[in-house]
């Protein structure tokens, strides 16, 4: 049977990745952030997860104005790294895992969480950046990959009680399948950010620090955040922390903290980054 | 689950100091000029926009005003036309310049002020989460 053993949030800011491509890692800009991964590459490296649940948000990449899906989930092959402008990342391509993608696509629609299908796509840097952070340099990613992708830009995207109740969904899902598979799911984007107008650059490490506390916490009080919270507090692209919900969704009510890591700033971001397993 | 009033949902967003929340409404607006600069995703594409600016604006339906901002890269002005900030990031790749210090044109600092404000913890919320309540 497969079974989800972990959870991991982090941030997916697209210095990271330049970063990482540039071998600034250790340098004294970033050393501070990557220092905090430094617990979660080792730790992946005993876990050997064989597939990777990755819910992450596409920046109008893979997805323009023309087909705007609130949920949608990756049920191909393989994906090749998105030309975001500077050319694409030279990082892997990304290895899907259709059996159990398809699995949980036809298990959360007869959940009635109507999802659409993806068969091709490029994935941007919301996807490769959180592989980076968590796996380093590699000749192939160790993991296939199922991406999970959320509509967190044109609003409204979905609440975070919705994102709480499709994680737990996805844990039914994947605990109906008959192989047996070591499953992560990985909830990304935030913490606060505004990358637009006069607000720009507002950070707010006492409320993410309090989003990780309720994160940790034993019962699902944060689903109920309404979105107007995240706005307000944490700046108009914080909103991606409903992501992360998606994730703790389908941990169960129980969990333990294996890891938690948070510094400001990296570009216009604060860096959070947790990983949580059922207890 | 309990109903959620879509219009107090997004009056709220009003009320948002220095942000323009991507609603249906600028959704709408923008479309054009969102799918303008997604075409500069195409490395084709972007070396004729590069060659003649106007003239690879000129074949899309978006209004003069907002070309004109666009020649003129006004990022608050584009946001007002419905822009959204990851499409309207094409255009920073086109330039080769950093999306913070595109982000920083959008504020009142230069952008070493900007990098400075951000090196030393970022923007505080304190009086800028609620024009109304002015906390």
């Given at each position: 049977?497969?079974?989800?053993?972990?959870?991991?949030?982090?941030?997916?800011?697209?210095?990271?990745?330049?970063?990482?491509?540039?071998?600034?890692?250790?340098?004294?800009?970033?050393?501070?952030?990557?220092?905090?991964?430094?617990?979660?590459?080792?730790?992946?490296?005993?876990?050997?997860?064989?597939?990777?649940?990755?819910?992450?948000?596409?920046?109008?990449?893979?997805?323009?104005?023309?087909?705007?899906?609130?949920?949608?989930?990756?049920?191909?092959?393989?994906?090749?790294?998105?030309?975001?402008?500077?050319?694409?990342?030279?990082?892997?391509?990304?290895?899907?895992?259709?059996?159990?993608?398809?699995?949980?696509?036809?298990?959360?629609?007869?959940?009635?969480?109507?999802?659409?299908?993806?068969?091709?796509?490029?994935?941007?840097?919301?996807?490769?950046?959180?592989?980076?952070?968590?796996?380093?340099?590699?000749?192939?990613?160790?993991?296939?990959?199922?991406?999970?992708?959320?509509?967190?830009?044109?609003?409204?995207?979905?609440?975070?009680?919705?994102?709480?109740?499709?994680?737990?969904?996805?844990?039914?899902?994947?605990?109906?399948?008959?192989?047996d598979l070591n499953v992560q799911i990985w909830g990304t984007g935030g913490m606060s950010h505004q990358l637009q107008g006069a607000r720009a650059g507002l950070i707010n490490p006492e409320w993410?620090?309090?989003?990780?506390?309720?994160?940790?916490?034993?019962?699902?009080?944060?689903?109920?955040?309404?979105?107007?919270?995240?706005?307000?507090?944490?700046?108009?692209?914080?909103?991606?922390?409903?992501?992360?919900?998606?994730?703790?969704?389908?941990?169960?009510?129980?969990?333990?903290?294996?890891?938690?890591?948070?510094?400001?700033?990296?570009?216009?971001?604060?860096?959070?980054?947790?990983?949580?397993?059922?207890? | 689950?309990?109903?959620?009033?879509?219009?107090?949902?997004?009056?709220?967003?009003?009320?948002?100091?220095?942000?323009?929340?991507?609603?249906?409404?600028?959704?709408?607006?923008?479309?054009?000029?969102?799918?303008?600069?997604?075409?500069?995703?195409?490395?084709?594409?972007?070396?004729?926009?590069?060659?003649?600016?106007?003239?690879?604006?000129?074949?899309?339906?978006?209004?003069?005003?907002?070309?004109?901002?666009?020649?003129?890269?006004?990022?608050?002005?584009?946001?007002?036309?419905?822009?959204?900030?990851?499409?309207?990031?094409?255009?920073?790749?086109?330039?080769?310049?950093?999306?913070?210090?595109?982000?920083?044109?959008?504020?009142?600092?230069?952008?070493?002020?900007?990098?400075?404000?951000?090196?030393?913890?970022?923007?505080?919320?304190?009086?800028?989460?609620?024009?109304?309540?002015?906390?």
């Open positions: 049977m497969a079974r989800i053993t972990a959870g991991v949030g982090s941030s997916h800011v697209p210095l990271l990745g330049v970063a990482h491509d540039q071998g600034k890692e250790r340098d004294d800009y970033f050393g501070p952030i990557f220092a905090g991964y430094d617990w979660t590459r080792e730790w992946e490296k005993q876990e050997k997860p064989d597939v990777v649940i990755l819910v992450y948000n596409d920046h109008a990449s893979a997805f323009d104005m023309k087909f705007i899906p609130t949920f949608a989930i990756g049920c191909g092959e393989r994906y090749a790294p998105a030309d975001e402008g500077w050319g694409p990342r030279k990082v892997p391509d990304v290895i899907g895992h259709p059996d159990l993608a398809w699995h949980i696509a036809q298990s959360l629609i007869l959940d009635e969480f109507d999802m659409t299908i993806i068969n091709e796509m490029d994935v941007d840097h919301g996807l490769t950046v959180p592989l980076s952070m968590m796996f380093g340099t590699c000749e192939q990613w160790p993991t296939t990959v199922i991406p999970l992708a959320v509509n967190v830009v044109t609003y409204p995207p979905p609440s975070g009680n919705r994102c709480w109740a499709l994680g737990e969904a996805i844990a039914r899902a994947v605990e109906s399948f008959p192989q993410d620090n309090r989003f990780l506390d309720l994160l940790e916490a034993n019962d699902d009080a944060v689903r109920h955040i309404p979105h107007i919270e995240y706005l307000r507090e944490t700046g108009s692209e914080g909103i991606e922390m409903v992501m992360w919900l998606i994730m703790r969704g389908a941990l169960g009510q129980r969990v333990k903290t294996l890891h938690r890591h948070y510094h400001v700033p990296c570009s216009n971001t604060a860096i959070g980054h947790i990983v949580l397993a059922p207890d | 689950m309990t109903h959620t009033d879509i219009h107090a949902y997004l009056a709220e967003f009003e009320d948002i100091p220095g942000t323009r929340v991507f609603t249906a409404k600028r959704a709408r607006q923008g479309y054009h000029l969102n799918q303008f600069a997604m075409s500069l995703m195409k490395p084709e594409n972007r070396e004729r926009f590069k060659a003649d600016e106007r003239a690879y604006l000129d074949e899309w339906a978006i209004s003069e005003e907002a070309k004109l901002a666009v020649l003129a890269r006004d990022y608050n002005a584009l946001l007002d036309m419905g822009g959204n900030i990851y499409f309207l990031s094409k255009l920073f790749s086109t330039d080769g310049i950093a999306f913070a210090e595109a982000v920083s044109t959008m504020t009142d600092m230069s952008w070493p002020e900007y990098r400075q404000m951000m090196l030393d913890g970022g923007r505080s919320p304190e009086g800028v989460r609620s024009i109304r309540e002015g906390r």
